[in-house]
């Protein structure tokens, strides 16, 4: 089931420089919710990921982007 990702943010493990380098695409942390179970993801595969997007998800970690399916 793919996520839908509600915000997005920077956190960079202890110790690591304060974000705004070249490395702030491997610490974006995504809160997505699947049907009502919201859960914390790395996107750190998906710099082209936006809030809104639908992502399918593996152990943690968004693995690429899910289309819409028209209506």
């Known amino acids: 089931m793919p996520a839908r990702i509600l915000s997005i943010r920077i956190q960079p493990p ?5 974000p705004g380098g070249a490395d702030d695409g491997l610490w974006r942390i ?3 919710d699947f049907g009502g179970v919201r859960q914390q993801v ?3 595969c998906l710099p ?3 809030v809104g997007d639908r992502v399918l998800v593996h152990v943690g970690l968004a693995l690429s982007l899910v289309e819409d399916d028209p209506l």
């Open 14 to 18: 202890q110790g690591a420089p304060e």
């Open 30 to 32: 995504a809160e997505v």
């Open 42 to 44: 790395s996107l750190a």
């Open 48 to 50: 082209e990921a936006v």
